[in-house]
């Protein structure tokens, strides 16, 4: 089994142990304050970047589909469109990678985890900003003022457009989408798979990092419910 896969399995069944006791009941009982938060935390911040994740996969598949046939979409901004979306969707997963990490070692600050917790998560805040260097500085240049694009999508778009009104540069249209399309393709795959390797690199320590003998280790402030859980007093 991946790190990350083991993480998530982690999650999942911790948060349907501490949840059970609430959703189980014909009269439904109030989470505590104190253990929401650090179930928000611990266990809604994963599935923030478990969200992120599965948009990047949903990107590739995306970005290699043929665009619906409808003269209201243009072929090139609907692939423009997915490759930008894409590239977002990288982004906000290395900030939620490094928020993620952020957030717990506040949580862990003052408890008996605390050694354990730095000691393995110390290194993944510069592994996460090199890792994601290359494929977010892409994105980043550009978010917070105009679309991403290169020299191959403003051709894709130039051939576009002129097709519209000179029917003899129709082919030529096609045959630069096919080709832009197949390289995003090619590039996005690759990356998702490095993507995957880079997180189960992080998800490995951070794994260690909030277990005890394989079990969720829960601050005492955080009110514990069930008695089978790991409680740093």
Do not use: C
């Amino acid at each position: 089994m991946e790190a990350y896969e083991r993480y998530e399995m982690l999650m999942t069944d911790w948060a349907s142990e501490y949840i059970r006791p609430f959703v189980s009941k014909k009269k439904k009982e109030e989470i505590p304050e104190q253990f929401r938060v650090f179930f928000t935390k611990l266990f809604f911040g994963f599935t923030e970047i478990s969200s992120a994740v599965e948009a990047l996969k949903l990107g590739e598949v995306l970005i290699s589909l043929a665009p619906p046939r409808s003269t209201q979409i243009n072929r090139d901004e609907y692939l423009k469109y997915h490759i930008n979306a894409y590239l977002q969707e990288v982004y906000i997963l290395k900030e939620r990678l490094k928020s993620y990490i952020t957030k717990l070692k506040r949580v862990y600050s003052k408890t008996k985890q605390k050694n354990r917790f730095d000691k393995q998560t110390s290194p993944l805040f510069k592994f996460v900003k090199v890792s994601f260097e290359d494929v977010v500085n892409t994105r980043s240049d550009h978010v917070h003022s105009y679309r991403y694009s290169d020299d191959h999508l403003d051709r894709l778009s130039s051939l576009t457009l002129i097709s519209r009104y000179k029917e003899d540069f129709i082919d030529d249209a096609k045959l630069k989408f096919k080709w832009v399309q197949r390289t995003w393709k090619q590039r996005v795959k690759e990356n998702n798979k490095q993507t995957m390797k880079l997180l189960d690199i992080y998800f490995d320590r951070l794994y260690e990092a909030v277990t005890k003998d394989g079990r969720v280790v829960v601050p005492n402030n955080a009110l514990q419910r069930t008695h089978n859980q790991h409680i740093n007093r």
